[in-house]
């Protein structure tokens, strides 16, 4: 099989072609699922409802079925809008997320861009939606998005350095940024010197890991950190103007998003792509490693949207005391404590 | 009880302390945002206008009327069993405890006593108008505060104390069961065993909402020192109800001045206050009301005399001429009626003194230098039901 895929080797611009081709689908698929699977079904059956049941089979299609009327839905701006900015404003928070797919490795050949700076680069595309955020919300002409944009922005802000800081310790672990690279310190890796279940950096980066998750709570502004777009406060923030394909962009940018986060969760905790007593070498992972990483995808996904459906709403000052004062220093000590392990042992 | 000894010097006072809330070390440009009438937050069309510095408020003025439904002058048009029918509508969510103090005024007026079934009966079902009022402000109040499942459970639960009405009286939110001198019906068969056992479902909601939500520590860094209302202001604004004892004023109509035709000192219960004052207060003086109305439920169960549920009264009722004034403790807080009386077919005149209109009063002084999720933890914790605002 190796042979086959170095025999095909195709001109640039068919390479090209095939990556934005497989990211472009990549990205409304995955937020179909996770739309799916947490926001209409596991909610549901938390809540104690039903969620979809009459779209296709025990209510799989419902998503598409709404994907379809938004589509069918007028485009309205609002009078006082300035048109050009609220129109281009959703594209750009699609595009961030759209980057965010070119770094991620599914298996050590499926990956669009294996980039030696991954961590950096992902992380440093994540916050450009806060453009297309801060856009929206100035454009819309309206109080509530302009609020709800402001509010967006000191919050990624604030959540940024402490996301940062907690994956620094996974990098210094592993000894390098790119994410396959972490994939193999992590499947290589002994605990006392056993190996038999690798080394997930969970094990060690369990702070880490918690700091990352609440971080991407906040990025993805999802409950409890969801002021941005809180409806009982400002009707959905930067949203709220916002009608048809463009809301739809916005909501598939924000469940790609939340499926990129927890995929790269995956990657830098979970070990990503690849299983234990497997060397990452294998062919098998031109199979395996989309399937696994799926798997553990869903397990992050789940923590994420599980805390979403239980916990209220902090307010905007509670949410900033929170990320400086307990997160950052949390983090900072996270990254001395590995450095110094990592000197001594 | 506060005494309130000059009205004038309470108003500066209050003044003052509101004046002190509000920090404006780096004022800047104000902006005025206008919450309502269409707001997720208000439940019905409240119109809040908010001038904002920042995220500050710096006043709040709730504007209502948007749903005024003229009831005071319908009722000089209406027969007394069609007033019935229509103050069920003020307060929709506890809807048989608007009925209560009409009749019971009306009872006054024509000197009818209810039998002794039918007060019993007349005090479950309002105890559960209360359960179903009250156990959805606490999912509510989740709900505005961005815990959505809180909200479903209490939809869920409710569900059981609606049942329970429906099967009693024909109807899930507007029961119009109340009668001068009795009710329109017995209970149905095996309605005191279904009861209780719905009376342990809500306990158990109880438990689940306090785990769940009044527990949280999110939900207590939101409510917790958020909108306090000391008791002084609490009386000078005239708050009833729960928000009047969450400021630790032990004001219970049910206990202090409960009219003839409620049984409350037939079952053996507490009345909650909280010291604080502030959201937090409001929603634990409400959560630990809703027990309390189990438990007077289930006793009350118990005891349920046999007997006719209707005393003799006219088929054609006139009520002779005169003036009654009537206020039990509704969900909402102090609810009453002031009826006049010609001795005509239709009451002269009704005056609705309801909860929430008051209640709400208070919401320029407590909201000046909240931030505006504080303004929906007031708003939230305040708990109005538009219909009670506008009559």
Same mark, same amino acid.
């Given at each position: ?7 095909? @080797? ?6 090209? %072609?095939?990556? =934005? &081709?497989? #990211?472009?689908? +990549? *990205? ?124 967006? @922005? ?6 940024? %350095?402490?996301? =940062? &800081?907690? #994956?620094?310790? +996974? *990098? ?174 | ?391």
């Amino acid at each position: 099989m190796t042979l086959l895929l170095a025999a095909f @080797a195709p001109p640039y611009w068919l390479s090209t %072609l095939i990556k =934005v &081709l497989v #990211v472009s689908a +990549v *990205v409304p698929t995955t937020a179909l699922i996770l739309g799916m699977v947490f926001l209409f079904k596991i909610m549901s059956w938390m809540q104690s409802r039903l969620g979809p049941q009459e779209a296709g089979p025990r209510g799989t299609l419902q998503l598409l079925a709404d994907g379809v009327k938004f589509l069918q839905k007028e485009d309205i701006a609002p009078n006082g809008a300035d048109r050009w900015v609220f129109k281009v404003a959703p594209l750009v928070v699609l595009m961030s997320t759209l980057l965010l797919y070119v770094a991620l490795p599914a298996s050590m050949h499926l990956v669009v861009a294996d980039l030696d700076v991954g961590v950096f680069f992902v992380l440093a595309i994540s916050s450009l939606s806060v453009i297309g955020v801060l856009m929206a919300g100035w454009a819309s002409a309206s109080k509530y998005s302009l609020m709800g944009a402001l509010r967006a @922005a000191g919050q990624l802000i604030a959540y940024e %350095l402490p996301m =940062v &800081l907690a #994956v620094i310790g +996974v *990098v210094i672990q592993a000894g390098t940024m790119s994410l396959n690279g972490i994939v193999f310190a992590q499947n290589t890796g002994s605990i006392f010197g056993w190996g038999g279940i690798g080394f997930p950096y969970i094990l060690t980066q369990f702070v880490g890991f918690f700091i990352f998750i609440a971080a991407v709570q906040a990025e993805l502004t999802q409950p409890p950190f969801d002021m941005p777009v809180a409806e009982s406060e400002i009707v959905s923030g930067y949203q709220v103007e916002y009608t048809g394909f463009r809301f739809l962009i916005f909501f598939l940018a924000e469940f790609a998003t939340a499926f990129a986060f927890a995929a790269i969760a995956a990657v830098l905790f979970l070990g990503g792509w690849a299983v234990p007593w497997l060397s990452t070498s294998s062919d098998l992972y031109y199979v395996l490693g989309p399937i696994v990483l799926f798997a553990k995808v869903m397990i992050v996904a789940f923590i994420i949207f599980w805390v979403r459906f239980t916990y209220p709403r902090f307010r905007e000052d509670q949410l900033q005391s929170l990320a400086w004062k307990v997160l950052i220093p949390l983090a900072l000590v996270n990254i001395v404590v590995t450095a110094v392990l990592k000197v001594v042992l | 009880m506060t005494a309130i000894s000059d009205p004038q010097s309470v108003a500066a006072l209050a003044a003052e302390a509101v004046d002190n809330r509000v920090n404006l070390d780096f004022e800047t440009e104000g902006m005025t945002l206008n919450m309502g009438p269409q707001h997720p937050a208000t439940h019905g069309t409240l119109r809040i206008i908010a001038r904002l510095d920042g995220e500050q408020v710096i006043s709040a003025e709730p504007m209502c009327g948007y749903m005024h439904r003229g009831y005071e002058k319908l009722t000089e048009v209406r027969t007394y069993p069609q007033i019935n029918a229509l103050i069920n509508r003020i307060d929709w969510l506890g809807s048989f405890a608007n009925e209560v103090p009409f009749i019971l005024a009306a009872e006054k007026l024509m000197g009818v006593e209810a039998p002794p079934r039918a007060q019993w009966i007349r005090t479950i079902l309002f105890e559960m108008s209360r359960i179903a009022n009250i156990s959805l402000f606490l999912g509510d109040f989740g709900l505005q505060l961005g815990g959505m499942t809180a909200g479903f459970y209490a939809f869920r639960d409710r569900e059981w104390v609606l049942n329970q009405i429906e099967s009693a009286t024909g109807g899930r939110f507007h029961p119009n069961f109340d009668r001068i001198g009795g009710l329109k019906d017995d209970l149905p068969k095996g309605w005191i065993e279904s009861s209780h056992t719905a009376m342990d479902k809500l306990l158990a909601f109880c438990d689940e909402i306090e785990d769940l939500l009044v527990g949280n520590e999110i939900f207590q860094g939101r409510t917790r020192g958020i909108g306090v209302i000391p008791a002084e202001i609490a009386l000078s604004y005239g708050l009833s109800g729960a928000n009047l004892r969450a400021s630790g004023v032990d004001w219970d109509l049910r206990r202090d001045n409960c009219p003839p035709g409620l049984v409350y000192d037939q079952a053996d219960w507490k009345v909650w206050t909280h010291p604080d004052g502030d959201c937090f207060a409001r929603t634990w003086v409400r959560l630990q009301e809703t027990r309390e109305a189990a438990k007077i439920v289930k006793q009350l169960l118990d005891t349920i005399p046999s007997g006719p549920v209707m005393a003799k009264v006219p088929r054609i009722i006139k009520v002779p001429e005169g003036e009654a004034y009537v206020a039990t403790e509704n969900p909402l807080g102090e609810m009453g009626y002031y009826v006049v009386s010609k001795g005509d077919l239709v009451p002269f005149r009704v005056k609705i003194r309801s909860a929430s209109f008051n209640n709400i009063s208070i919401v320029p002084w407590v909201a000046r230098g909240a931030y505006v999720p504080d303004l929906i933890s007031i708003l939230g914790s305040l708990y109005f039901i538009l219909g009670d605002i506008d009559r």
